[in-house]
């Protein structure tokens, strides 16, 4: 026979666990959306400054911004599959010996699965690297 002292407490794990499990639920669910988050800004970082770099060794525009596409689309390889399919970069300076060539690469990470912590949507990303173009390096004009 149970000793009176120990009926109180019959069902008090069950209870226990239907507080606590939405509680660690939502903040596992929290902190993989943190992950994907830093995980793709730093891959979009990388990016952009190998994007940056491949394009300032160019000698027109249009080769610098092929340069900056490739460049891209093999380091966002390792990106999650929504931010592979927007992944997209822009050079945004004049192609001038001596000078910086800058960079501007942008992904939209796709939160819709994670719809439960209320951040179901879309969040783009956009990162800036800048590149020196060789000072006595032959650049044709923008063509």
């Known amino acids: 026979m149970r000793s009176p002292q120990f009926r109180g407490e019959r069902g008090t794990m069950a209870l226990e666990m239907v507080i606590l499990a939405p509680i660690l639920l939502i903040l596992f669910m929290f902190l993989l959306a943190c992950g994907r988050y830093f995980q793709t800004s ?19 525009l ?35 010996a001596g000078a910086p060539l800058s960079v501007e690469v942008t992904c939209t990470i796709d939160y819709r699965d994670l719809n439960l912590l209320g951040i179901g949507g879309d969040t783009t990303i956009t990162k800036r690297f800048s590149s020196s173009v060789d000072p006595y390096r032959g650049v044709r004009d923008g063509s």
């Open 62 to 96: 249009p080769e610098a911004q092929g340069r900056l596409d490739d460049a891209v689309s093999r380091t966002m390889d390792q990106s999650i599959k929504s931010c592979k399919a927007t992944a997209a970069g822009t050079v945004t300076s004049a192609l001038t």
């Open 42 to 60: 730093s891959l979009l970082e990388s990016a952009a400054r190998d994007g940056a770099r491949a394009a300032s060794q160019s000698r027109s």
